[in-house]
């Protein structure tokens, strides 16, 4: 299915700010991340797969998923919305999941 996934992450310029880096080379440095791994950037703001094979598209995702959290350079407190979608094949809604929200959830979990 076409467009199955797309993922939309917005930036925090302030805290992004506040920690001397500059909002254009951060969202150049989460677009090379997004692009390394198959993603592009669309008008709408979220990134899509532009794989050959739309099976694969999960694992692209997952692929930028890890490459973000487990970067020095990015952090969480630069993320405002971090949002993946997948749309059903059978409605066609695109239903979501708050990875920020997640990560943090996992987190307190394990700081338990």
Known sequence: MKDQYKMELVLNGENI???GYDL???KAFTDRIFNGCKLEK???????STA????KDNVLFGA????????????LDYVSQWI???KDEYDGQYYTEDVKATILERAAKKSR
């Not at 050959?52 to 099976?55: I, K, L, M, R, V």
């Not at 930028?64 to 952090?75: A, D, P, Q, T």
Request: aromatic share 24%; charged share 35%; hydrophobic share 30%.
């Open 24 to 26: 254009d080379e951060y």
């Open 64 to 75: 930028v998923y890890m490459s973000l959290r487990n970067s020095e350079y990015f952090k």
């Open 84 to 86: 993946w979608y997948e």
């Open 52 to 55: 050959a094979d739309p099976e």
């Open 42 to 48: 669309r008008a709408d703001g979220c990134y899509y």
């Open 17 to 19: 700010a506040a920690d």
